[in-house]
């Protein structure tokens, strides 16, 4: 009887389990459809709110900020050093800054002119063709810094003198365009250590070398502006320049005096350049009459343009022409022998380079920054020489679109400003566009870069439409 009771009671309180299981399971049933509704809508809310918000920012350009950099240093660091500076911008500002690397200049002009950009980064060539197609306003320029030493040469003979002292009461060829702080400290070393020394002006770095090797007018030294370059290249100072033309002068010369720590100059200017190897046949830009040449890209400034107007002036007809698609490709080219010669853009090293070691500024750097051995940088430097040097260019630019709002650029401008006084900013800039600086500039300082191009009969159009045929062929598969 005792089991039945306990039967009886474990059945009852079974039941009362079951009774109250069915009563949650009954309310879990009536509430689920509504929670889920209730999330449906919420996530169709948010969805519809962010895309309306989105349409509101791309319309009016309120506090969307889209930049384009174009394809001139590697992809991953335009890509992450772009996302450094959108965050310091969207934290600083209260912008977004949407920042993208598109394949080609064609595709920046393209972007800006459509209004799918508002802000680009872009070389001189590539702005003065959105200026003429779309009014796009050039706003910033980049400034770049180099070291300058200055050097004192003399002839390398017995009798000549080896030291500042020897130059006592002797004539001593100054460039007259000289920088000013390098004139100052070399002439107050030379009137400390060689009292009576008289100075004899000379048009360039070039002539003042000039006037000591070939002995005219007494002139036992030369005073020289410097640059760190590669041992064979024919760049650097005036005695390097003069051994292009004179061969010689180096075996000739020898340096008695070098100031112990460089000037600091901002350049808002670069340069391209013509390379060969110093093994080759080919030591002036003649030689390259009838021979594979490299260049970086059909609209790049540096890499084609310049250096074909530099060749072009020399009497140069070129063999085989291709484009290697970058400036380092070219220098790979020149140094494995698949050209004789090429073009990429060039610039004196400044402090930062030669604290990495990587021995030059030029397009050179874009290899020897990446070895590990600094032996094989050297050999690089030496194997591969610069024979000569374009007209200056105009540095890059930072151009916005026609109808930006100005007062958006403003804060922009201003917090931009901000971004680069921090390290991130200084070490971001450097990486994107080898760049210490900026200074403000308009649309009239590139009426000299449009004369160059005229002056040269070179069609900026012309050299567009078929960048935008390459890319065209690409979006479309082909090659």
Known sequence: MRWQRGAAVWGVARSARLGRASTMSGSWGRWLPRIGWTLVVGVFVAFVWGIGRRARLDAVGEELVRMLFVPSVEQGTLVRRGDDLARFIREDSGLVLRTEVPTSYAAVIQALGSGQADVAWMPAFAYVIANARYDTQAKLQVVRSADLFGIVVTRDTPREATAIPGLAGLKVAVPEGLNEELRALLAGKLDLMAPGWTEVPAASDREAVRLLVEGGAGIAAAISSHVPSGTN???????????????????????????????????????????????????????????????????????????????????????????????????????????????????????????????????????????????????????????????????????????????????????????????????????????????????????????????????????????????????????
């Not at 600091?264 to 340069?271: F, S």
Request: hydrophobic share 35%; charged share 25%.
């Open 233 to 479: 290249d024919f760049v650097g100072d005036g005695r390097k320049e003069l051994e292009y033309e004179r061969p010689g002068t180096l075996l000739e010369t020898r340096v008695i005096y070098t100031t112990p720590e460089p000037v600091g100059v901002l350049k808002n200017y670069y340069h391209g350049c013509v390379y060969a190897r110093t093994d080759s046949a080919v030591r002036r830009l003649q030689d390259l009459s009838g021979a594979r040449f490299a260049f970086s890209d059909e609209t790049s400034t540096s890499g084609h343009i310049f250096p074909r107007m530099l060749l072009d002036r020399s009497g140069v007809t070129l063999g085989r022409v291709y484009y290697a698609g970058g400036h380092p490709n070219v220098v790979q080219a020149v140094w494995d022998g698949k050209a004789d010669g090429g073009a990429a853009f060039y610039s004196p090293p400044n402090e930062q380079q030669r604290r990495e070691g990587v021995l030059v500024g030029d397009a050179r750097y874009l290899i020897t920054r990446r070895m590990n051995d600094s032996a094989a940088r050297q050999a690089l430097v030496d194997d591969v020489r610069v024979l000569a040097l374009s007209d200056p260019i105009p540095n890059d630019l930072c151009a916005v679109r026609s109808g930006f709002p100005a007062h958006i650029w403003e804060r922009f401008q201003a917090s931009f400003d901000r971004f680069l006084e921090t390290d991130t900013g200084k070490e971001a800039f450097f990486d994107l566009l080898a760049g210490v600086g900026v200074t403000r500039t308009g649309d009239d300082g590139y009426d000299g870069f449009r004369a160059a191009l005229a002056t040269a009969e070179i069609s900026a159009e012309g050299l567009l439409e078929a960048e935008e045929a390459k890319l065209e062929r690409r979006k479309g598969g082909g090659s």
